[in-house]
């Protein structure tokens, strides 16, 4: 019986249009109605180097990208080379051949389609077409919906000229004629079309730009770094057409100086950045944590420290969120796990730094950021909007005023009668700086005290599974989907396991932590750091005494990693 979601890997050069391929592929099936989760990983390079794109599609919901592939195509022999290893029989090998750059060795129980695309893509007097050959031969081969490839392909190749449309339809066509030649072997193939549900097939930045502008954002500061660029990108194409405004900053620390200044004259204001730019935006987000004016910034996390492997996924920027600050400067930390979350997340994010005038980070990655995923398209009036508390006009404006839940009410700059002293310096109820004594101990209690209720503010942490468990696995970030499905499978086998899947990274959620650890003979702390980040605030926070099992080659988990290390605890 034919498989009902299907793996397709395609490999080759930055600059042979791999990605293209792959977004077309992903598009198709999303158009075609069915449920798409895409990874990709490619070098910092503009062009050269490996470059992998995978499609996962399937008519159901799929969490991750999968174990590995069920069809590889190659462009090249570099990427032969780097996947030969995981041709494993019963999987299907589609290469560039005869005419290409290698000669593959086909392993036993291995189906190899070769698909001369270089040759024809020469013949075709456009090398930049290859790709494209290779797309219509898959599509013939594997029920790729000729339809919306078509569609895709279309709308994005009618915008850089007719002349370049033509040429890649025809070497679509080309390509399909190729696959259409070949006897078809295996049973690996795309599901139906199906009609499509009211969906839309967006990234992890994307949506956390889309997010932006459903939470009202009125102001966006940002320095393009690899993997954040594309959120400042959708915001600067969308945000016009609010009453919002997008500047693009000559360096992080100035970003994030606008995104203060923007947010103390009253703007919901917000930034977006990777590891070296949360980094060197730390000591203003003290000025925030001080001067209690709201900040929300996105860090897309990635391989570091310094330029590290900037277009590699990782999730270590854990700790400088919570501690990477001068002084005792309490913030709130949030993460991600899919494109969706990404939208709602971004969306609270933004009206908890309102509701509690503080930094608020939120943590995506790498690989969510280049994931593109299917998700139902999110209804603006779905969305609650928080505002900051205003001061009302009656009696003295105080803006640091001890209130019973030490929130204060702020005042937009030229409001009559709340003139105060805005700095970084500590100070007393009215503003007016003060060095020590009574006030410094009034307003730090204020500052740490306001974040007591922000667990009750945000969603219980979802536990996934009932009963007891022999092994609970806490997972945070992208890795969450990939637990997901690592738990469905060890249930569905009888396997006694759970997970437990934290947004709020903090202030951490203990008592919520405690609970789920008595339910489970051992916590297993997957997440892709080398330091087991989320595994130390477990140790350090609450009395769990967890298995931390960090990786840090630059990829995301896959299921079955995870499935084979609960076995081995078990
Ligand atoms: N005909 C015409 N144009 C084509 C084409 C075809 N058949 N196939 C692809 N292209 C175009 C694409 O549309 C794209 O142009 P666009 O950006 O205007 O849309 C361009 O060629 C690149 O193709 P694409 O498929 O997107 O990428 P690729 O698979 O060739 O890989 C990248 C190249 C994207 C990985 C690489 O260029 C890159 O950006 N690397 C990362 C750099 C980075 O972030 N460094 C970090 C610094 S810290």
């Not at 660029?229 to 915001?235: I, M």
């Not at 204001?269 to 203003?284: C, D, I, N, R, V």
Request: charge should be negative.
């Amino acid at each position: 019986m034919a498989k009902k979601d299907l793996i397709i890997r395609i490999g080759g050069e930055g600059g042979e249009g791999v990605v293209s391929a792959g977004d077309f592929i992903s598009a198709a099936c999303a158009r075609a109605g069915l449920e798409v989760y895409t990874f990709k990983t490619f070098p910092a390079e503009i062009k050269g180097g490996y470059c992998m794109y995978q499609v996962r599609t399937s008519p159901d919901r799929v969490y991750n990208q999968g174990d590995t592939f069920d069809v590889f195509c190659a462009f090249n022999g570099e990427a032969y080379e780097m996947n030969k290893h995981l041709l494993i029989p019963g999987s299907v090998f589609v290469y560039d051949g005869p005419g290409g750059d290698f000669e593959p060795e086909i392993p036993e129980g291995v189906t190899a389609y070769p698909i001369p695309m270089t040759k024809t893509a020469q013949d075709l007097k456009s090398k930049r077409s290859k790709n494209m050959v290779a797309l219509g031969a898959l599509s013939a081969l594997f029920n790729i919906h000729e339809g919306t490839l078509k569609e895709v392909l279309t709308d994005k190749f009618k915008k850089k000229g007719e002349d370049i449309l033509n040429f890649n339809l025809g070497a679509f066509n080309e390509g399909k004629k190729l696959g259409q030649a070949l006897t078809k072997v295996d049973e690996f193939r795309v599901a139906d079309a199906k009609d499509p549900d009211d969906v839309i097939i967006i990234s992890g930045n994307e949506a956390c730009g889309m997010g932006a502008i459903l939470g009202g954002a009125e102001f966006f500061s940002a320095y393009p770094i690899t993997p954040a660029t594309e959120v400042a990108k959708f915001v600067a194409e969308h945000i016009p057409k609010t009453t919002g405004t997008l500047l693009q900053a000559e360096d992080e620390i100035a970003s994030i100086a606008q995104v203060l200044g923007a947010s103390y004259a009253g703007k919901k204001s917000l930034t977006a950045t990777s590891g070296p730019g949360l980094a060197l935006m730390s000591e203003l987000l003290g000025m925030s944590t001080m001067s209690e004016t709201p900040v929300f910034l996105i860090d897309v996390q990635r391989g570091g420290p310094s330029t590290g492997m900037p277009t590699k996924h990782e999730q270590s920027d854990l700790f400088i969120a919570i501690h990477g600050g001068h002084g005792d400067s309490p913030r709130i930390v949030m993460s991600v796990e899919d494109v969706k979350d990404c939208i709602e997340m971004t969306v609270e994010g933004l009206n908890l730094a309102e509701k509690y005038q503080c930094p608020v980070i939120l943590l995506s990655d790498g690989s969510l950021a280049f994931s593109t995923q299917t998700i139902p398209a999110p209804k603006p009036e779905n969305f609650e909007i928080v505002k900051r508390k205003l001061w009302d006009g009656k009696g003295e404006f105080k803006r640091y005023e001890l209130t019973e839940d030490n929130i204060s009410p702020m005042a937009d700059p030229g409001t009559p009668g709340a003139q105060h002293i805005a700095t970084g310096l500590e100070h007393n109820e009215s503003g007016t700086p003060r060095y020590g004594g009574k006030d410094r101990v009034l307003q730090i209690n204020k500052r740490f005290n306001k974040l007591s209720t922000v667990e009750a503010s945000c969603k219980p942490t979802e536990v996934d599974g009932d009963g007891d468990a022999d092994v609970g696995i806490i997972a945070w970030g992208s890795t969450i989907g990939v637990i997901r499905e690592a738990v469905a499978r060890m249930r569905a086998d009888g396997l006694k396991v759970k997970g437990f899947y934290p947004k709020l990274m903090w202030p951490m959620p203990v008592s919520q932590y405690e609970a789920f650890a008595k339910t489970c003979k051992t916590i297993l702390v997957p997440e892709v750091n080398y330091q087991g980040q989320l595994a130390h605030f477990i140790r350090s926070e609450t009395t769990i005494k967890p298995v931390s099992y960090p990786i840090s080659e630059g990829l995301p988990f896959t299921p079955s990693m995870i499935v084979e290390r609960t076995k081995e605890l078990i």
